[in-house]
């Protein structure tokens, strides 16, 4: 399978020329003479260099990576189809066996763009994180080092030890039994597909505490509940978790809002910013 550098090039001009500043979140600036987000807008949104993405509009960069194409989707907002259109200009086979929840829709995208007065993230109803915002990112942390097929809520809290020290003490066991019970609802309501199975086999596998948990058969959706964190610099801070579910339940918005009278951490989270780096949510 060869890449099509050409016509890899007009997509992609062609597919940023169709965005405006505001569909991502992008203040529009008085000076932009042509529609569409610019170049090095696309960049930073993908988080490549702008010469890169230079080159490839111009049809003269190497085969990009899947992990670049992967980017590239999620800044230029593809649809699935448009996704497996760009994979097959680049010379990649599109990615196969997508499971409900994996693709994150261009629709959670804009409001995640358009949510940055507080923490917010998507994530796949099996408990994979799709994507987090500023805030959110200063709160729970950067998981840009973890590979994408680990960054799952429920396996890293049974599988990643550190990653509950984040969270008050006392709430540990309830924090567990709602992972596994919320996980339990979704795997029901896929009916027991090969990712819900495949999830399941490695959780058991990888730990005895949710083996014990799993057998208890527990069901229950998690739709709000408060979270005390143990931040690393701000100490304990709490905030109200709202959930919010696409139709087909598949995707998950988790909205992070302060208690009445305790804004003051979100003012502390937005002075260390998104580079700030510690464990992982649950």
Same mark, same amino acid.
């Given at each position: 399978?060869?890449?099509?550098r050409?016509?890899?090039a007009?997509?992609?001009?062609?597919?940023?020329?169709?965005?405006?500043?505001?569909?991502?979140?992008?203040?529009?600036?008085?000076? /932009?003479?042509?529609?569409?987000?610019?170049?090095?807008?696309?960049?930073?949104?993908?988080? +490549?260099?702008?010469?890169? #993405?230079? /080159?490839?509009?111009?049809?003269?960069s190497?085969?990009?990576?899947?992990?670049?194409?992967?980017?590239?989707?999620?800044?230029?907002?593809?649809?699935?189809?448009?996704?497996?259109?760009?994979?097959?200009?680049?010379?990649?086979r599109?990615?196969?066996?997508?499971?409900?929840?994996?693709?994150?829709?261009?629709?959670?995208? #804009?409001?995640?763009?358009?949510?940055?007065?507080?923490?917010?993230?998507?994530?796949?109803?099996?408990?994979?994180?799709l *994507?987090?915002?500023?805030?959110?990112?200063?709160?729970?942390?950067?998981?840009?080092?973890?590979?994408?097929?680990?960054?799952? +809520?429920?396996?890293?809290?049974?599988?990643?030890? #550190?990653?509950?020290?984040?969270? *008050?003490?006392?709430?540990?066991?309830?924090?567990?039994?709602?992972?596994?019970?919320?996980?339990?609802?979704?795997?029901?309501?896929?009916?027991?597909?090969?990712?819900?199975?495949?999830?399941?086999?490695?959780?058991?596998?990888?730990?005895?505490?949710?083996?014990?948990?799993?057998?208890?058969?527990?069901?229950?959706?998690?739709?709000?509940?408060? #979270?005390?964190?143990?931040?690393?610099?701000?100490?304990?801070?709490?905030?109200?978790?709202?959930?919010?579910?696409?139709?087909?339940a598949?995707?998950r918005?988790? +909205?992070?809002?302060?208690?009445?009278?305790?804004?003051?951490?979100?003012?502390?989270?937005?002075?260390?910013?998104?580079?700030?780096?510690?464990?992982?949510?649950?």
């Amino acid at each position: 399978m060869g890449m099509n550098r050409d016509e890899l090039a007009d997509f992609l001009r062609r597919s940023r020329g169709r965005l405006t500043p505001r569909d991502v979140g992008l203040v529009e600036g008085p000076r /932009r003479r042509t529609p569409g987000l610019r170049r090095e807008e696309v960049a930073a949104l993908a988080d +490549i260099s702008a010469d890169y #993405y230079m /080159r490839l509009e111009q049809a003269r960069s190497p085969q990009p990576s899947a992990q670049v194409l992967a980017a590239l989707t999620r800044a230029l907002r593809l649809t699935v189809d448009e996704r497996d259109h760009l994979y097959l200009l680049a010379g990649h086979r599109p990615p196969e066996g997508a499971r409900a929840g994996e693709y994150l829709r261009p629709s959670m995208l #804009y409001l995640l763009d358009r949510l940055d007065s507080v923490p917010v993230q998507v994530l796949s109803d099996l408990g994979d994180l799709l *994507a987090q915002n500023d805030l959110a990112q200063a709160l729970f942390g950067c998981v840009c080092t973890v590979a994408p097929e680990d960054r799952n +809520i429920v396996l890293r809290w049974f599988t990643e030890p #550190y990653v509950r020290g984040h969270f *008050a003490p006392e709430e540990h066991e309830e924090l567990a039994r709602q992972l596994v019970a919320d996980l339990r609802a979704a795997v029901a309501h896929r009916g027991d597909d090969a990712a819900s199975r495949a999830l399941v086999t490695r959780l058991r596998a990888a730990s005895p505490e949710f083996a014990a948990l799993w057998e208890r058969h527990e069901v229950a959706v998690r739709r709000s509940h408060p #979270y005390r964190i143990v931040h690393p610099e701000l100490g304990r801070i709490v905030f109200d978790c709202e959930l919010l579910a696409t139709p087909a339940a598949d995707q998950r918005l988790r +909205i992070f809002t302060p208690p009445p009278g305790g804004t003051e951490a979100l003012d502390l989270l937005r002075a260390l910013g998104p580079r700030h780096r510690h464990g992982t949510p649950a």
